[in-house]
């Protein structure tokens, strides 16, 4: 199993920044994969930024620019660093693994209980 711990919401103005951090741990061998998903009211799961443990990564295009994806591989973390954050930002933000865990080395989605983030105007 794995435990992941998220840290860093809040409320922001418009304009201004904020950075999420998420931590995993449990019985793991690998992770492959880390990062943000975000759920606003009424609107479905999408997917905000991720990273491999390659390095390679993804941004929808709503945070192209503004934000940043980074990770530690050694401490299992990854965070996000949001800049000129705006109201359309605000949901609740959740971290993802994709992780291999011992001792049965498959690969599985793991979630966060989410942090919520406001922007106001």
């Known amino acids: 199993q794995v435990q992941l711990v998220e840290s860093g919401g809040g409320l922001v103005q418009a304009g201004g920044s904020l950075k999420l951090s998420c931590a995993a741990s449990?019985?793991?061998?690998?992770?492959?994969?880390m990062g943000w998903y975000r759920q606003a009211p009424g609107k479905q799961r999408e997917r905000v930024a991720t990273?491999?443990?390659?390095?390679?990564?993804y941004y929808a295009d709503s945070v192209k620019g503004r934000f940043t994806i980074s990770g530690d591989n050694a401490k299992n973390t990854v965070y996000l660093q949001m800049n000129s954050l705006k109201p359309e930002d605000t949901a609740v933000y959740y971290c993802?693994?994709?992780?291999?865990?011992?001792?049965?080395?498959?690969?599985?989605?793991?979630w966060g209980q989410g942090t919520q983030v406001i922007v106001s105007s």
């Open positions: 990273i491999t443990i390659g390095g390679s990564t």
């Open positions: 993802i693994a994709n992780a291999l865990t011992r001792p049965t080395f498959t690969s599985t989605d793991y």
């Open positions: 449990g019985t793991i061998f690998n992770i492959n994969v």
